[in-house]
């Protein structure tokens, strides 16, 4: 069965710092993978896909970056956090087929102060 | 570009009674739409999804139709219960990149005994 993994479950960091939030996806090898965002009861944003190890292609980067280093890895980061990127990171996955559905991950809940 | 625009930001009603949360949608390309489902600190969930008009496609006892003469994919139920509140999201892909998802704002269904 597949599971996704993300880290950390949450984080409190400050402004102007570092950030790095990863997935992981176990038992299905070379899915397509997800980055969204979403604010407290607000609705998704998807953020980064990727299909291949070593490819992202951004959908709307909002100061951050993705990269996906392993086949089963995917990393969010940035190098300075804005109070505006406070919210739920949820990661993704899907079959690497034409319109298939997307299984979420549990999220990251970053709070920024 | 395109997008998705729910008219409903809050819905609440009492068990047993029908549903129809709204979903409009805009683009150039030919559509895929799809409903997610999110309950409360839980991760969203493919509901129902579709790219065929006319037709309407059922998961769970909720049902759709998707008009693309209309650009409309309502979401619907007949009796609702209180298993089904949550937050429910439409969702549009499009034939020229089935990796990029546009969601719509979100419907908060509450449902009361």
């Known amino acids: 069965a597949q599971t996704i993994h993300q880290w950390p479950v949450a984080e409190i960091k400050a402004v102007g710092s570092p950030l790095s939030l990863g997935c992981t996806i176990k038992?299905?090898?070379?899915?397509?993978l997800y980055w969204y965002w979403q604010a407290t009861g607000g609705t998704l944003q998807q953020l980064f896909y990727?299909?291949?190890?070593?490819?992202v292609e951004s959908v709307v980067q909002l100061n951050l970056s993705a990269s996906r280093p392993k086949d089963d890895q995917f990393i969010l980061s940035t190098e300075k956090l804005l109070l505006s990127h406070s919210g739920f990171y949820l990661c993704?996955?899907?079959?690497?087929?034409?319109?298939?559905?997307?299984?979420f991950g549990p999220g990251t809940r970053l709070t920024v102060l | 570009g395109d997008s998705v625009t729910q008219t409903e930001g809050l819905v609440t009603l009492t068990k047993g009674l029908p549903v129809m949360l709204n979903c409009t949608y805009q683009t150039t390309y030919s559509p895929f739409l799809f409903w997610y489902v999110q309950h409360l600190n839980e991760a969203p969930k493919l509901l129902l999804k579709s790219s065929t008009d006319n037709k309407r496609t059922e998961h769970q006892g909720f049902y759709a139709t998707l008009h693309k003469s209309s650009s409309s994919f309502h979401l619907q139920k007949s009796s609702v219960q209180l298993s089904d509140s949550a937050l429910y999201f439409c969702a549009l892909s499009d034939f020229s990149n089935y990796n990029v998802l546009y969601f719509g704002s979100g419907t908060k269904l509450t449902v009361e005994p």
């Open positions: 993704a996955w899907s079959l690497p087929s034409n319109y298939a559905e997307q299984f």
């Open positions: 990727s299909i291949t190890v070593g490819q």
């Open positions: 038992g299905k090898s070379s899915p397509n």
